[in-house]
């Protein structure tokens, strides 16, 4: 056996059983010398092969080997749209690009990979999504972290996504490199979650003394950054550094719940410390529509916390803007989108964002439906309780799906009840259908 199938050989044993637990193949985090590596071994075996045995040297004997190299050579070799380039510079010469990613794409739906069908470049466009974000594409996303951390201190990776995904807002998204604006648009919980590293990367790199421990970013990624701020291609102006007065204004960032039992669909306001004579106004647009909200500290004081207060949404709303009065403080939750109006919740109440997959618990489904009385017709919201929720979880670039039977539980703020076929559960006593709800 040849160095270079023994190097396949092992890289083989060790990655094909990892990524048949993951989504994406940047998941896991193969290292860059690894990835390289094995790109210029499949070259030597695949040059010297018979032609009729390359498809099964690709697909079948080292099918793991493929998508990571070709992956991770994405992560760290793509550079002004020109991904190839990498490729051949590890095997020159040994690659046929049509023939390998052909089989990428086979390997992809072997494993259980996450597809991306619709992507301008066939084959380079599905391995740059499962390659994450490419190292020289960093500093767009950084950068765009760093813009909006300035309006929103206390930015996670969930409530960037919901601003960058906003619909009718993909202009967000214009100054950034197409693998980033791709990655952030499908890559779901993954996109989410290395938003949230980025973020801590972001507040390690504004300290003295930098140290990546427990970061859990490709190293790669790591020196990316630590080149930028060091070429000073970092745009700091404007973000709040944390423990700042724009930060303390709301350590906690509002959020939609539900109340089934109580006041229904809600915007959550967080309580805000060290306010003034312990008050602040909350101002809410409902599309546009302006509703003030006071918090009053029970204790008056020079510096007291304003505490927590919820607002009820009473009818559908496309989008809610929260400002706090006096703070440089925005911020955009998405109620209806009206491509996908369907909202889940936990059965606490939390809302489950539409990037990340469904949770295989109970959860509460809330959807808009048109309700006809006498001479007038509305809008009203529609609760229907899961009690028995089968999930697959979604993955990126693929929708979750729901198997259960439901019954909805109905009260007097206009949710409707709704027995649905299969459902082995009785509805709300006095809800036997939406016409006889409450409104």
Known sequence: MSHASEILRLREAEWAPALRAVSLVAEIDAPEGHAKEVIRALGQVFWYSASLKRQQLLTRQYPACLVVGLAGI????????????????????????????RAFRVNLDYFRLARFPGLPQVYVGEILMHAGVPAYCLGDLLNLLLHRQAREPGLTGESFLAWALAPGRESRLHGTDKPVQRFIQRGE?????????????????????????????????????????????????????????????????????????GRGLMVWLPPVHDAADG?????????????????????????????????????????????????????????????DPLLVFTEDGRRVPATTGLPPDPVWLLYRTRATAVGRSSCRWMATWSTRTTCRPRTAGSAGRCAAP?????????LAAEHRAGSRVPAAPNCNSPSHCPE
């Open 406 to 414: 439901t019954f909805a539980r109905c009260r007097s703020y206009g």
């Open 189 to 261: 919980d993954y996109a989410a979650d290395l938003v949230d590293r980025c973020l801590d990367l972001l507040e390690r790199l504004r300290q003295p003394g930098f140290t990546a421990d427990g970061l859990g970013l490709s190293p790669h990624l790591i020196e990316r950054a630590q080149a930028l701020a060091e070429a000073e291609q970092l745009d700091w102006t404007g973000s709040s550094e944390r423990g700042g007065p724009a930060a303390q204004a709301a350590p906690q960032r509002p959020h939609l719940e539900l109340e089934p039992f």
């Open 279 to 339: 008050r602040v106004m909350w101002q809410l647009r409902f599309d546009g529509e302006v509703e003030s909200v006071v918090s009053q500290s029970r204790w008056p004081g020079t510096s007291e916390t304003a505490p927590a207060a919820a607002v009820a949404i009473a009818r559908p709303a496309r989008q809610v803007t929260v400002e706090v009065a006096g703070y440089d403080q925005e911020y955009e939750l998405d109620a209806v989108d009206p491509r």
């Open 74 to 101: 994405g992560a760290v070799g793509y550079e002004h749209g020109d991904y190839w380039s990498a490729v051949h510079n590890e095997a020159p010469g040994q690659v046929d690009q049509t023939f390998w990613g």
